[in-house]
């Protein structure tokens, strides 16, 4: 088809196949509609493709070996233990590709359309699909907007030969004897510490006095802790300036305070925040309202300015992660198809995959005071729990926030092994209304890192067992 030509008609269409994009699809189709999702790239989007999974792959790979080459006090020690580097990104590829393809399976088991090629809008109710030299108009009842986001990209440090976004570090073939990252937030810490545990010599150069500068310090400072004992380099206020390459290294100059440094590196990964794919779209052809930071605006049913067009995921404000963008692609069609949903997003846990895991859901106890609480704390940590030392992993807490006039669990923060798994129960709490008197009474197996929830509840309500108060 050219351009120009009549425009074939759709009924729901998903633009976009990232974890937004095609559970919208597949919710939308379970509930009668006739759905096509139009993708540029690969299906999976970023978090399947060059983000969650590849990341996480990475993470368990690294971790294994530091685990085999440390003896950690138990009599068992290992000789020779090498890495294959090779093989780990083939058997992380292997992972990216089972999960793609499963998501093509799905979209094709629920009669979704699937279009490959670039949209962008040319009006209100219509987009044209690029494909190189072939393009396609669809003209769409309703259209769901989940394009996602990219790595920001510093005007000094343009992507490119050594200077590295998550992307390209999560595809090296080799691991860098040295590799210096600028931002020291989640994506930053979980690629650098893996990369340490590989035996690449790490350097974070964080521009705040604390590395994970969202999250609580005390929190913060385990992580903090075991990137010391990796001999990963964390320097604090650093500003950096500019970098220079050649074809095998790249030094980067940067300041703290006012004294100036560099350092030369193999690779310079820049993992400074994301920006949402919302500038070539064609937004205003449609009438989409973005703001300064180019989000799309939308009410509390993922509705944009216009009518007929919603938007979930990356490209709306919120914490930019997979499981936001699958419940907002869930309410978004559950909207169109005629349901009366809404967003509520009291529990959005959020999980840093370092070692140790941190994991949040709801307020901190710093939130919960700011919006007017008056707060019960409970902290338990792991060192007292039976389970945690017979895993040897003995770093970090559970700590529960909760009204102190009726007990309503407010928020947890978790820090520790399996911290990504604790936070669930947690999080369940907290959309069920549950006091810390309902996690207390309920029975927890033991030896589990799960009695620890319990036992944080009961330090919160002032009789705990295993901790002397
Ligand atoms: C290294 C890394 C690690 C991460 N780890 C985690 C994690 O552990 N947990 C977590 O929750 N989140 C994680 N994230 C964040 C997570 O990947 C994103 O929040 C999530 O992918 C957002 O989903 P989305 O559907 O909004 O967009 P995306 O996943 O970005 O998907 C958007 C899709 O739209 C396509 N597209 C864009 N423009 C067009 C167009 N014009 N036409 C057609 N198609 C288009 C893109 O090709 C892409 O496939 C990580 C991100 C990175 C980079």
Redesign the pocket.
């Known amino acids: 088809m050219v351009v120009g030509e009549f425009g074939k008609e759709v009924d729901v269409l998903v633009?976009?196949?990232?974890?937004?994009?095609y559970v919208a699809a597949i919710r939308a189709a379970q509930l009668g509609k006739k759905v096509t999702i139009?993708?540029?790239?690969?299906l999976?989007?970023?978090?399947l493709n060059?983000?969650?999974i590849p990341?996480?792959a990475l993470i368990s790979a690294a971790h294994k070996y530091e685990l085999m080459n440390d003896d950690q006090g138990m009599g068992i020690t290992a000789e020779n233990v090498t890495v294959d580097f090779a093989k780990v990104q083939e058997w992380k590829q292997g992972v990216v590709q089972k999960l793609t393809g499963g998501v093509e399976t799905l979209l094709k088991g629920n009669n979704v359309e699937i279009i490959q090629?670039?949209?962008?809008f040319v009006s209100e109710d219509e987009v044209r699909v690029n494909r190189g030299y072939e393009s396609e108009r669809l003209k769409f009842n309703h259209c769901i907007i989940?394009?996602?986001?990219r790595?920001v990209e510093l005007k000094p440090f343009p992507f490119g030969g050594r200077i590295i976004s998550?992307t390209e570090a999560?595809a090296l073939k080799e691991i860098p004897k040295s590799m210096v990252v600028i931002g020291g937030g989640y994506?930053g810490i979980?690629?650098g510490q893996t990369f340490a545990k590989f035996g690449t010599k790490v350097t974070i150069l964080e521009g705040e006095n604390q590395i994970l500068p969202t999250f609580e310090k005390q929190v913060a400072q385990l992580v903090q802790k075991n990137l010391k004992r990796l001999n990963v380099n964390v320097v604090k206020n650093a500003m950096a300036q500019s970098a220079e390459q050649d074809e095998n290294s790249v030094t980067v100059t940067y300041k703290v305070k006012d004294k100036e440094e560099t350092i030369t590196a193999d690779y310079l990964l820049v993992t400074v925040g994301?920006k949402p794919?919302t500038d070539?779209?064609g937004l205003d052809m449609a009438g989409v309202k973005v703001n300064e930071r180019g989000l799309i605006e939308v009410d509390e049913q993922c509705r944009t300015s216009n009518e007929r067009i919603f938007a979930?995921?990356?490209?709306v404000a919120g914490p930019?992660?997979?499981?936001?963008?699958s419940y907002e692609g869930k309410i978004a069609a559950e909207v169109i198809a005629g349901e009366p949903s809404a967003v509520d997003y009291k529990v959005i846990p959020a999980?840093v995959?370092s070692d140790p895991e941190i994991a949040t859901v709801g307020l901190t106890e710093a939130e919960a005071k700011e919006e007017g609480y008056e707060v019960s704390v409970g902290k338990f940590p792991f060192a007292a729990n039976g389970r945690a030392l017979s895993v040897n992993a003995t770093d970090g807490f559970v700590k529960v926030v909760a009204n102190k006039e009726n007990g309503v669990i407010l928020g947890a923060q978790v820090v520790g092994m399996e911290a990504s798994n604790l936070i669930a129960e947690l999080g369940l709490a907290i959309e069920m209304g549950a006091t810390l008197e309902d996690v207390a009474l309920t029975i927890h197996a033991h030896p589990t890192l799960g009695e620890m929830t319990m036992e944080a509840a009961e330090v919160a309500l002032g009789q705990p067992i295993h901790m002397v108060k």
């Open positions: 633009i976009g196949a990232g974890p937004g994009g139009v993708e540029k790239d690969k999976g989007g970023v978090c060059v983000g969650c990341s996480k090629g670039e949209a962008i989940a394009t996602g986001s790595p998550s999560l994506i979980e690629l994301r794919n070539e779209l979930i995921g990356d490209v930019a992660l997979a499981h936001k963008a999980v995959f």
